[in-house]
């Protein structure tokens, strides 16, 4: 069973930059595509991007030229970051990172949430304008 635990959420003003970051615990899951979704009160979640172990990433839409997501992996644990730049008040959600133990792929993001076994409690942001 893996444990996410994410940070790194805040306010910001529109147009700032924000990193978040997620750490998986148990450096078993070293196969683990991981990555971020979004949720906004009352709608779906909605895949933001994701990342597998050998370093591919692909990005919904929102996300593209904005948004950079990487990974760090090591014997111990693995952590994922999610740096979010020029942020609109759009971009305002609970961010929860996700992993699974299989490769991710182009459409893995827009399958939604069911894809993804493991989840983290969500870590808030919020943009102003």
């Keep these: 069973q893996a444990h996410l635990a994410e940070s790194g959420g805040g306010s910001v003003q529109s147009g700032g930059s924000l ?8 450096g078993q899951y070293s196969t683990l595509c991981m990555g971020w979704f979004r949720q906004v009160p009352g709608k779906e979640r909605e895949g933001v991007a994701t990342i597998n172990y050998d370093g591919a990433t692909y990005y919904a839409n929102s996300a593209k030229d904005r948004f950079v997501i990487s990974r760090m992996n090591t014997n111990i644990r693995n952590t994922v970051y999610l740096e979010m730049n020029s942020l609109k008040p759009e971009d305002s959600a609970t961010y929860f990172c996700v992993a699974r133990l299989s490769r991710c792929v ?10 993804f076994a493991y989840w983290g409690q ?3 942001v919020t943009v102003s304008s």
């Design 106 to 115: 182009r459409e893995t993001i827009d399958q939604g949430s069911d894809e």
């Design 122 to 124: 969500g870590t808030q």
């Design 19 to 26: 990193r978040l970051s997620c750490q998986v615990s148990e």
